[in-house]
C-alpha cells in the first residue's frame, strides 16, 4: 500500500522509513511530505529514492495511510484534510492526543479500541509509552494507585536542532540553540513550556495520557521531566503504589513474559537498563525492580528505552501494522 511519512526529513520520519522497511510493512510506494523547505530533495527506502512533496501533493497522492511526525501546528491543519480525503492519519505530535473523539493508542495496551471508523489516532508522548508499556501488566495483578515518576530524557527527544545544539557545545562551535541553557555537562528539568499549576506541559501529558491508554481516571500520576545530555533514549524512575500486595519474583514474571518489556534486572552482575543498550532496540526494558521499604505495596522501577523508536516510529508502525492485520485501512 501506499504510505506517506509527514515529516520525512526529521529525526522521527528518518526513523519511521527506517522502521517501515525493518519491519516489512507492505509498502508499495513511499510519499515522502515535508515542509516546503525540502519539497524536491531525496529520500531513500529500501534502495529507491523519493523525491519529497508538499502537503497538498500527499493528499493527491492518495496514500492509505500518512504517519505524521511534522508538529502539532502541522497536524492541527493537515491531518483533518488527510482524513478528509480518506486518508488513515497517525499522529506523533501532541495535537490530537487528548481530543476525546480521538483514541490514544499504545498497541500492547488498547489497539482494540480502534475501528475503521478512526480517521485520525494519535500516537502518545514518548514518556508515556514507556512507561504504560511496563506498567499496564502491573496494573492488572495489582492495580496501581499512585505514579510517581522522574524522567532522564535525552536531546532526540526535542529534534534535529537540539542534537546540533549538544554537538556543538562539545566542540565549543557557535549554533541555534534548542534550548535556553547549555544542555551538555548540564540538566535541565524542563521540558516544555510551564502550565499555570508550576508543571510543564510534558509533565501534564504523562499524567493525562497514562489515564486515557490505561482506560483509567483513577491511577493519580505525578512527574518531574528533565532534559539530560544524552543523544538517545529515555530512562524513567518510577515509584508505584498497588492497591494489593505483590510479590518481587511474581512482578518479575509478569513483566518478563509481558508484550513489548524486556526484563535486564540482576544486581549481582550490576545487569540494569540503560540508553546505551536500548539504542535502536523496540522494546522497553525494565529494571532496579525493589520494594520501596517506606511505604506498602510500593515498587520501584527503572525504566528505559528508545524514544524515537517505541516512544515514536516503532509505536505509529505498531498501530498501521494493527489496522492491517485487522483489515481496517
Ligand atoms: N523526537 C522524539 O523523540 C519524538 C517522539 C514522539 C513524538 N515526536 C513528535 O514528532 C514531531 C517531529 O519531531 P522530530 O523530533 O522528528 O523533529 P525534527 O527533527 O525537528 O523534524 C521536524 C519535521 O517536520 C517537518 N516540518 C516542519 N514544519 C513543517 C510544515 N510546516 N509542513 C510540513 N512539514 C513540516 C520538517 O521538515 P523540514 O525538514 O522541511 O523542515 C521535518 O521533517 C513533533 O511533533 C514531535 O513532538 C517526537
Same mark, same amino acid.
Request: net charge neutral.
Given at each position: 500500500m ?5 515529516g520525512?526529513? &526529521?529525526?522521527?520520519?528518518?526513523k519511521?522509513?527506517?522502521v517501515l ?15 516546503e ?21 500527499g493528499?493527491?497522492?492518495?496514500p ?11 497536524s ?9 480525503a480518506?486518508?488513515t492519519v *497517525? ?17 500492547? *495496551? =488498547?489497539a482494540?479500541?480502534? +475501528?475503521?471508523?478512526?480517521? *485520525?489516532?494519535? /500516537?502518545? /508522548?514518548?514518556? +508515556?509509552?514507556?512507561?504504560?508499556v ?18 532522564y530524557?535525552?536531546?532526540?527527544g +526535542?529534534?534535529k536542532k ?5 554537538f556543538?557545545e ?12 547549555? *544542555?551538555?555537562? =548540564?540538566?535541565i528539568?524542563?521540558i ?9 506541559k ?18 493519580r ?5 528533565v ?12 515509584n ?26 540482576? +544486581?549481582?552482575?550490576q545487569?540494569?537498563?540503560?540508553p546505551l543498550?536500548?539504542h ?6 525494565? &529494571?532496579?525492580?525493589r520494594?520501596?521499604?517506606?511505604q506498602? /505495596?510500593?515498587?520501584?522501577m527503572w525504566?528505559?528505552s528508545? /524514544?524515537?523508536?517505541? &516512544? ?7 498501530i498501521?501494522e494493527?489496522?492491517q ?5
Amino acid at each position: 500500500m501506499k504510505v506517506a511519512v509527514v515529516g520525512a526529513t &526529521g529525526l522521527v520520519g528518518t526513523k519511521m522509513l527506517q522502521v517501515l522497511a525493518e519491519r516489512n510493512f507492505p509498502v508499495t510506494e513511499i510519499v515522502p511530505v515535508a515542509s516546503e523547505r525540502s519539497v524536491g530533495k531525496e529520500v531513500e527506502f529500501k534502495g529507491v529514492k523519493y523525491k519529497i512533496v508538499s502537503m497538498a501533493d500527499g493528499i493527491a497522492a492518495k496514500p492509505a495511510v500518512a504517519i505524521f511526525s511534522a508538529g502539532g501546528s502541522t497536524s492541527l491543519e493537515w491531518a483533518p484534510k488527510f482524513a478528509e480525503a480518506g486518508i488513515t492519519v *497517525i499522529d506523533n505530535s501532541s495535537a490530537w492526543r487528548m481530543d476525546p473523539t480521538k483514541k490514544l493508542v499504545v498497541p500492547e *495496551i =488498547n489497539a482494540d479500541a480502534l +475501528t475503521a471508523e478512526d480517521k *485520525i489516532i494519535a /500516537n502518545p /508522548n514518548c514518556s +508515556t509509552i514507556q512507561m504504560v508499556v511496563a506498567l499496564n501488566p502491573l496494573h492488572q495483578k495489582y492495580n496501581i494507585k499512585r505514579v510517581v515518576v522522574s524522567t532522564y530524557q535525552s536531546v532526540t527527544g +526535542t529534534g534535529k536542532k537540539a542534537v546540533d545544539q549538544l554537538f556543538n557545545e562539545r566542540k565549543g562551535a557557535e549554533g541555534e540553540m534548542a534550548y535556553k541553557y547549555q *544542555i551538555d555537562l =548540564n540538566v535541565i528539568p524542563q521540558i516544555d513550556v510551564f502550565l499555570d499549576n508550576g508543571y510543564t506541559k510534558e509533565e501534564m501529558k504523562m499524567v493525562k495520557e497514562t489515564n486515557k491508554i490505561m482506560r483509567d481516571d483513577s491511577i493519580r500520576v505525578t512527574a518531574t521531566t528533565v532534559r539530560i545530555p544524552v543523544v538517545g533514549g529515555h530512562s524513567e524512575s518510577v515509584n508505584v503504589e498497588f492497591s494489593k500486595d505483590f510479590d518481587l519474583e511474581e512482578v518479575k514474571e509478569i513483566l518478563r513474559n509481558a508484550p513489548g518489556v524486556v526484563l535486564q534486572d540482576d +544486581t549481582a552482575s550490576q545487569t540494569y537498563p540503560m540508553p546505551l543498550w536500548a539504542h535502536e532496540k523496540d522494546e522497553v526494558f525494565v &529494571g532496579r525492580l525493589r520494594r520501596d521499604e517506606s511505604q506498602p /505495596n510500593t515498587l520501584n522501577m527503572w525504566i528505559v528505552s528508545d /524514544n524515537l523508536r517505541k &516512544g515514536a516510529a516503532t509505536n505509529a508502525v505498531q498501530i498501521a501494522e494493527y489496522l492491517q492485520g485487522k483489515g481496517l485501512l
